[in-house]
Structures are given as C-alpha cells and as structure tokens.
C-alpha cells in the first residue's frame, strides 16, 4: 500500500467514524480498516475501493438507526454529555441560592435571634424559615432545570439543522449530471485535522459552568451580588445594599440572559464541531459582536447600576459604625467610570477570543 493509499484510507475512516458515537468509533474503524485490505487485494486501487464503499456520510448509516431527530446520532452523546453537566452545574446553582437564601434571612427582625427566650419558640421560627426557604429553593431548582433542558435542547436542535441548511461551499449549476445523481469520489474526503485545531473541551466546560451558575444566580436570587453590613446594636439586622438596580431587574434581566444564552449557544457549536473550522469561527464573530452590542445596551442605555448606591453605603456604614473610616471609599464609586471599564473589558475579552478563534481557524481548521 502507496503512502497515498494509506492517506486515503485514513481520511476515508475517519469521515465514517467521526460522524458514529464513540463507544462504536474504534471497533468500526478497525473493522472497515479490515475490510478495506481485502478490498484492496482484489481491487488493486484505493480509488477503486472507496468509490464502490461510497460516501462515507452514507456508509457510517450501516451502524446506526438513520431516522430522523431532534438531536441526530451524530450530536447525541455530546449532547447527552452537555446535559447532565449543564442540570448538575444548575443544581449546585439552586443548591448554593437557598443556602443564600436562608443565612440570609432576618432572623432578628422576625424575633428569632436570641435562644435564651423559649426554646420552643426559637426552633420552631426557624425550622418554619427553613421550610419555606426550602420550598422556594425547590421551586427554583425545577424551574431552572426546566429552563436549562429547553435552552440546551433548542441550541443542539439548532445546530441539527445547520448541518443540513447551512452549506458554505458555492452552489453548483443545474446540469443533467446534477439532475441525474452525482457519484461519490475519494477527492471529497478532507485531511484529518491537525492536533492544533482541536478545541479544548476544557474551555468550553469552564465557560458552560460560569454561564449555568451566573444565570441561575441573577434569576433566582440577584441580591446575592450584594454589599452585606451588620448593625452593632442588640438584635441587629443584616443589611444588604447592591450596587444593581434590582426595582428595574424585570427590565435588565432580558438582556442579560439573552446575552448569556448567546454564550451558551457558541460554547454549545464548539463541543459539537470538536475543530475550529469556518462556521466556529463565523460563530465566535457573530456571538461576540452580538455580546458587544448587548453590553453597550445594558451598561449606557438601561438602568443597569443602583442610583441610591453611594447614598446607601453611607448610612450603612453610619449604622455599624464605620462611616469615618472606609467612607473614602465612595468617592471611586462613579457609574459613567465603572459602566466604560466592564465595556471595555468586555470589548477586550470579546476581541481576545475572537482573534484566537479567527487565527487557529485560517492557520489550522477544517474546511
């Protein structure tokens, strides 16, 4: 066997196997490898062998059910895959909410801080705080489970159909060839891809985990972004002032999760290309510009920052009596300053990952 033939072969086992689930993939690839060699004995020319083995998109359908899908064969396990660890990373996220939620509450303000009353009265207070805290945790856990199923499930469905609508080669005149049929050829096989242009699934795990906890967070318990203060009185309460401004939350709250569901659904194309290839790197530009624009929206248009910050910081620091010495502090606190800073890191962080993205493609990627 000719290098050539070999290069051949490898290119036409690889485009069989990539598209079958992995446990399948090294047992096949051994077999058609197999029956390649005998193939080739009779045939005498690997040209010859993989045109009458055919395409190889038609052939991997020989070891799997080909019908049609939500979420294809092809896509399956990495979506099974992206699932459970997107529902785990949303149970944490619920998980780590109630916790907020219930060390959170004013047990002082509701008569519950001191013991040395009636005990009875105290355990009580605070199992019945415990269970609604629970409840609601609960309630939260289920609706953002929900939500992390659909959205997961309407990106990979999405990209389902992409491989079949999306077409970035040109488009072929009609002729009587085309209309007839047009026989498959080994010259259609692609080169394996270099080591280079494999993306680390790593990343887009570290990425899927900071937009699954930061959603779950900003919808289910926002206040967790808090600045906390405690009086230093008897019986003090917990003060909790945020620098987001949470009477307007129904308003940001869009644009937040769409400009995270943006993230998502780019992270979600990486692990199912597995290369950086032209419709990743179309991708990354696309999602960035489209975080870019909603970042400008978010931090100059909407009421993104608390109005009463400064102002509230200064009475809690009166209250735990602090004022004079951080009080300081509040003359960096400038929401003009803050908004250009997280738009510029934004713009940076967006850029940075775009040109990685654009350069592994064109310097390494797939066609």
């Given amino acids: 066997m000719t290098q050539r033939d070999q290069e051949l072969m490898e290119r036409y086992i690889y485009q069989v196997v990539s598209r079958l689930p ?103 207070g605070i199992a019945g705080i415990f269970v609604d805290c629970l409840a609601n945790g609960i309630a939260n856990a289920v609706i953002s489970c929900l939500g992390a199923f659909g959205c997961v499930t309407l990106v990979f469905a999405i990209m389902e159909r992409q491989k079949v609508k999306l077409d970035w080669k040109r488009k072929e005149k009609w002729s009587v060839e085309n209309l007839a049929g047009k026989t498959w050829s080994p010259k259609e096989l692609t080169r394996i891809p270099d080591k280079k242009a494999m993306i680390d699934r790593g990343d887009s795990i570290v990425g899927v985990i900071f937009i699954v906890l930061f959603s779950v967070l900003l919808i289910t318990s926002p206040k967790v972004f808090s600045l906390f203060f405690w009086e230093k009185v008897e019986n003090g309460s917990l003060i909790m002032i945020s620098p987001l401004h949470l009477e307007q939350w129904d308003v940001i709250l869009p644009t937040l999760i769409f400009g995270l569901f943006v993230g998502l659904a780019d992270e979600v194309l990486k692990l199912v290309k597995g290369v950086y290839c032209r419709l990743v790197m179309y991708s990354s530009i696309i999602c960035g510009a489209i975080q870019i624009v909603l ?12 109005p009463d910050f400064e102002r509230q910081v200064e009475e809690a620091l009166e209250k735990v009596g602090q004022g004079g010495k951080i009080n300081g502090i509040l003359l960096n606190w400038n929401v003009n300053w803050i908004s250009n800073m997280c738009l510029c890191f934004i713009i940076l962080l967006t850029l940075i ?10 310097r390494y990627g797939v066609d």
């Fill in 295 to 306: 970042g400008v929206i978010l931090l100059k248009v909407l009421p993104f920052w608390n």
């Fill in 22 to 124: 992995k446990d399948q993939q090294e047992d096949v690839g051994l077999e058609l490898q197999e029956l390649i060699d005998d193939m080739l004995e009779q045939k005498g020319s690997m040209e010859e062998v993989l045109t009458q083995l055919g395409d190889p998109a038609i052939f991997a359908r020989k070891y799997r059910d080909d019908a049609h899908y939500l979420i294809g064969p092809e896509a399956y396990d990495t979506y099974r895959w992206f699932m459970r660890l997107v529902l785990v990373g949303t149970l944490m996220a619920s998980t780590v909410v109630f916790l907020l939620e219930f060390a959170l509450q004013d047990f002082a303000g509701k008569g519950y801080s001191d013991i040395n009353g009636s005990m009875e009265i105290f355990v009580k």
């Fill in 353 to 362: 990952e775009s040109g990685v993205t654009i350069y592994r493609t064109l």
